[in-house]
């Protein structure tokens, strides 16, 4: 079982607000990674992190921001919530360190709605 | 970069019949290919995966096939359960050494 955890797993918020989507894992991963899920299902890589200080964009362009300022925690930030943000957000980890480096641990996501 | 489709987007099949889910890749500097199962409420995890020096893998009732030649990788399930109904994704390692998914494929295992 993965021990990566995103709170809170439900979100509504109205437009305007700042919000900061939490991510924290406890394995040791060096790198975390941000994917958005749109009701489509598919995923999109938003963000990632190699490891303390790096942070990287992703495939589909996003408005929001990371940070990585410890190994455990990768937290997103949106600075201005529309609806168009509403969404599932999946964080995941993985440790580049070891052999089956390439497998991603993925909490169970954050459900946004922006109204 | 990277692009991966999979098909069909949607899957129903009776229990105990096989599924197939197929996928296929445009860069050819892809070496890993994983398979990721999401059940409702959850994050993905991992079920299997394949190397491109590799071209079957099997793991009980699931397997994975490859073609490089062609950049294309199947998902076969067989003796299908109830408990395999899910969203299955195929993908892809990009150069940055990260993941580009599939579209995802809904499996439905009728009882």
């Known amino acids: 079982e993965a021990d990566i955890y995103q709170t809170p797993r439900y979100l509504v918020i109205g437009t305007g607000k700042k919000i900061t989507l939490e991510c924290s894992q406890t394995m040791g991963h060096d790198k975390m990674y941000w994917y958005q899920q749109d009701p489509g299902m598919e995923l999109h890589l938003i963000h990632y992190s190699y490891g303390v200080n790096s942070t990287e964009k992703g495939d589909l362009s996003s408005e929001s921001t990371v940070s990585r300022i410890r190994t455990e925690h990768f937290p997103l930030t949106l600075e201005s919530a529309r609806p168009s943000h509403t969404s599932q957000y999946l964080c995941a980890s993985s440790d580049t360190r070891t052999a089956k480096n390439e497998k991603l641990f993925f909490g169970s996501g954050t459900q946004l709605s922006v109204l | ?111």
């Open chain 2, 1 to 111: 970069g990277e692009n991966v489709e999979q098909h069909p987007s949607t899957l129903s099949v009776q229990e105990g019949d096989s599924a197939v889910i197929k996928c296929t890749y445009s860069d050819s500097a892809s070496n890993y290919f994983p398979w990721y199962k999401q059940e409702l409420g959850k994050g993905p995890q991992l079920i299997i995966d394949i190397r491109s020096n590799v071209g079957e893998k099997k793991d009980q009732r699931i397997a994975v096939t490859l073609n490089k030649t062609a950049k294309h990788f199947s998902l076969h399930i067989t003796e299908t359960q109830p408990e395999d109904s899910a969203v299955y994704f195929c993908a892809a390692e990009t150069g940055a050494n990260n993941l580009f998914f599939g579209t995802g494929t809904r499996l439905t295992v009728i009882p």
